[in-house]
């Protein structure tokens, strides 16, 4: 009886053991067979982000030959002689006295009610601002609002109807490279001066107070002077596409290069400028950078990973109180000191995020204080979405 009871548990043993080892094999197919299931899908998936991005690289191709046959439609365009004289009686002088001295700048009238559109820049700390018009009529001038974040400002005159000549607005986002543009303004004082350059690029962005920056900039090489700015940089068919603002240059005169404001800012921030003074923009709270691929690696990530590496969070801000992280180690990257470790924006909203620019055009262009994002980040290796709802940028 003992020998059976032996054989039998000998037996099942030998059968336990079987079966754990029919378990471990069956288990060790699946986790094969579920890596090499992953394995397809990521190739599944780059082969699918590679149609993507060769789709969008069509759209925008079919996009930019749409604008080149609007462009290039000559009975839409007028001659420059015919631009000229349309325009010139919307373009103002602007004197300006602060407690540093006086100055000069330009600036449009935008409707009959007499607001006047100008830079900030033009008329900010003014004790006195008087506007000249072409033909001579010297008024007053008072500021209706400012927004320094962009460097526009809207002021009003009171003057007969007569005087008021409103530009007509088209569309900066409708502009390409090498468009023909024409920039009207008051240069050194010299009144009513035209030059005529080319859209050298578009999507620039230029410095603003408190380190922010004015996105979809446009750069021109017609020629921009001290006193063209607050002029209107205008198109082939006499419509304002921008706000002539600044330039590049070692001696302060023009050297080829200059920026405008886009048209299509302007209008998006003319309704509450004009009501309420100021104008509010989106605000995250967070200092990032790109994500470079020695950042990545660092942070031991594809090193083709790009997007927003969030640095800082600013506290008690929209970021924080959504959970957002900042960076925990210094590390040493490209010979300069980089605070890694926190969170990398790779999308908001759905669209991709490829660069700090890409997150911040993005919040200018469609986003309100108070509105929902959802932004799409990587945190310790992992893809995570995050709701936030943005605040208002603090005052410069």
Known sequence: MEEVADR???????????????????????????????????????????????????????????KILRVGNASESLTLVEIYNRTKWSVVLISVRTP????????????????????NHVVENAREIEVTFPDGTIAEAEIVGTDPYVDLAVIDVDVPESLLRPVKFGNSSQLLVGERVIAIGNPFGLEGTMTVGVVSALGRQMRAPRGFVIVD???TDAAINP??????????????????TAIVSGTGQFAGIG????????KRELPDLIEKGTYE?????????????????????????????????????PAEKAGLRGGTTEAIIDGGKVKIGGDIIIGVDGHVVRQFYD?????????????????????????????VTLGARPPP
């Open 8 to 66: 039998r548990r000998s037996l099942l043993y030998v059968a336990a053991v079987i079966l754990i080892i029919l378990n471990l094999a069956a288990l060790t197919y699946f986790v094969l067979d579920f890596r090499l299931r992953i394995s397809k899908f990521e190739g599944e998936i780059e082969a699918l982000r590679f149609q993507v991005n060769s789709l969008q690289a069509e759209l925008s191709s079919l996009r930019d030959e749409m």
């Open 100 to 119: 540093f001295g006086r100055g000069t700048g330009s600036g449009f009238v935008y409707d009959k009610e007499g607001r006047i559109i100008t830079n």
């Open 217 to 219: 900039v446009i750069q």
């Open 227 to 244: 006193g063209n700015s607050g002029g209107p940089l205008l198109n082939m068919r006499g419509e304002v596409v921008g706000m002539n």
């Open 259 to 266: 920026f405008a404001i886009p048209i299509d800012t302007i």
């Open 281 to 317: 923009h989106p605000y995250l709270g967070i200092e990032g950078m790109d994500v470079t691929p020695a950042i990545a690696e660092a942070m031991g990530l594809d090193p083709s990973t790009r997007g927003c590496l969030v640095v800082e969070v600013v506290k008690g801000g």
């Open 359 to 387: 997150l911040v055009l993005y919040m200018e262009r469609h986003k309100r204080p108070g509105d929902e994002a959802t932004l799409t980040i990587i945190r310790e290796g992992r893809t995570i979405d995050v709701e």
